[in-house]
């Protein structure tokens, strides 16, 4: 009955600890535990998303502007709004649910399971600094900028194909793209990318930590509520985004050009 | 066989319904210690690694009672304590390298180079090719070579106490007769240091 209460507060606990111990990353091995985190997360991903997500831009530019009927202006709009703010962090965040998530879920249950992480302990080394803490912020850097590195080729590749669509040149829409592009888009992503990045770190790693029980079953059990927990998390940060920025709260004072 | 030092390394006491358990190891001395059972090793190694007890359980480490013991002194005196046990396994996913660096590179002492320059001295001595034997991760290593990258590990924090949990287990006879230099390694290292053997077999 209180496990989803108990999953909460652990789950702050774990995000304010981390937050307060993130000058320990200077230590060499968690140090290079982030930096391990950073290659397995952004860049063994960069090469496997990278066609994803060029198809991505080119199927929703292909679709919206053929059921809209589209302009350059409605095709570079569709562009920024949806592929830029929407998509582009939402793909990235499912990228990394789907890879890093479930290792890093696995491979922390599996080193509670087999009693790995008692013998850390034993060893005076503190799990959070040592596992948590380079995890989180290998993670969170890492999916910020794999998400810039999604955007950039969805975008990219909507732009590639609208000419084929439209009737468009490429350096048309590229220069309406620049036109419209306000600062406001790429910090809401990377805002967000960051957010989603420590959030699906965070739940995947307190997961990890605290299987349902000390067998081995209780490690694809910890992965599922992991990947599960992560995903609700990253929806709910995005509807609660959504709603900062073109809801009643900042409407009017944040506003995007487009 | 080194002269003992005054006083004891290790005290430890524990009653249970069905038997009591007391152990007292002098300082400097190699001491084997034979338990009743499986649970009774266990819980007088956790009781070590943690310098902590839990009810019926007494433990003294270096003449200090771990009841007493505030936070920081506790783990003043852990760091005294090194072991080779089951309960302190290595990491599977690092390397025996890193495995046996972790410790040092974490706490920030010893120097790696002297991590480095111990393991490739005591891998040499047990006739192992040091640069192969570092780059592998520890499924890839026997029952006696995990042992032995647990030993290293543990002399490198150069340990006044040294605790062997059932050293021999899971090994060949020809195997047990090279975990048998694990004492005299330890003891070239620190002649002042203490050995605790614990198993739970019978002595012959």
Known sequence: MFQPLREIEGGIQLSLYVAARAPRLRVAPIFESFLRQVYFTGVTAATGVMLRACGLGVIIIAVMMDMLDADVDLAVKILLLLVFREVGPLAAAVVVILRTGTAVSAELAMMRVSGQTRALRYLGIDLYDYLVLPRVAGITLATAALTLYVQFLAVLGGLALSPFVIEASFTELTDRLFDLFAPVDFYYSVVKSLLFGFAIAACCCWHGLNPPDLTQNAVPKAVTRAVTQSAMLVLLINAVFAYLVFGILFFGLVKAHV | ?204
């Open chain 2, 1 to 204: 066989m080194s002269a003992h030092l005054p006083g004891f390394a290790l005290r430890y006491r524990r009653q249970t319904a069905r038997h009591e358990l007391q152990a007292a190891v002098p300082k400097g001395a190699v001491t084997h210690l034979h338990v009743p059972d499986e649970d009774a090793k266990a819980h007088l190694v956790t009781a070590v690694l943690k310098g902590r007890c839990e009810p019926g359980e007494e433990l003294e480490l270096f003449g200090e009672s771990a009841a007493e013991l505030a936070r920081p002194r506790r783990k003043q005196l852990l760091a005294r304590v090194g072991a080779v046990s089951p309960i302190v396994g290595l990491i599977t996913n690092l390397n025996a390298w890193e495995n046996i660096a972790l410790p040092a590179a974490y706490h920030g002492s010893p120097p790696l180079a002297q991590v480095a320059t111990l393991a490739h001295e005591v891998l040499a001595a047990f006739g192992a090719d040091a640069r192969q034997f570092l780059a592998r991760i520890p499924d890839e290593l026997g029952t006696l070579e995990r042992k032995m990258a647990a030993f290293v590990r543990s002399l490198v924090a150069a340990p006044e106490l040294m605790v062997f949990d059932a050293l021999e287990d899971g090994l060949s006879y020809a195997e047990c007769r090279h975990v048998a230099r694990f004492e005299s390694e330890y003891r070239a290292r620190q002649p002042q240091g203490t050995v605790l053997y614990v198993d739970t077999r019978e002595e012959s």
